[in-house]
């Protein structure tokens, strides 16, 4: 397992509330990130631009890496990505935006499954203190 913390950043705000509401649970990122990204992994997602201040979301435990082509994305890793989109065209077009250059459907892209760890009295998980209502 890589050594040291991980983050998982966004760089667009606009992620912030789809991640905060659990309608975000997976990033697609260009190349193989297995060597980066394990299963059990616990990283901190985070929301902000390179070189300058993130706002950390939550703690999250990697669930899955998986590689393959652009091409070969179903439609659940698109929806889990981002929930807007459905289609592979949509997520290439969106790919090439953030990473500012062209990018072929055979691309090797890394899905990064995640699942937010609730803290005991944060959030209202498992771990959380039964009301005394």
Do not use: C
């Not at 950390?56 to 981002?82: Q, T, Y």
């Not at 790919?95 to 990064?112: F, G, K, M, N, T």
């Amino acid at each position: 397992m890589p050594d040291g913390l991980y983050a998982l950043n966004f760089y667009s705000p606009f992620f912030a509330d789809q991640l905060r509401r659990g309608r975000k649970t997976a990033t697609i990122r260009l190349g193989d990130k297995r060597d980066k990204y394990e299963r059990s992994q616990v990283v901190w997602v985070t929301v902000g631009s390179r070189h300058s201040r993130r706002e950390k979301i939550f703690s999250a435990v990697i669930d899955e890496v998986s590689v393959k082509r652009l091409s070969e994305l179903s439609p659940r890793d698109i929806e889990r990505d981002n929930p807007e989109f459905r289609r592979v065209d949509e997520t290439r077009a969106f790919l090439e935006q953030i990473y500012d250059r062209p990018i072929e459907p055979d691309a090797v892209v890394s899905v990064i499954h995640f699942s937010q760890i609730v803290e005991p009295g944060i959030g209202g998980g498992f771990g959380s203190v039964p009301s005394p209502n």
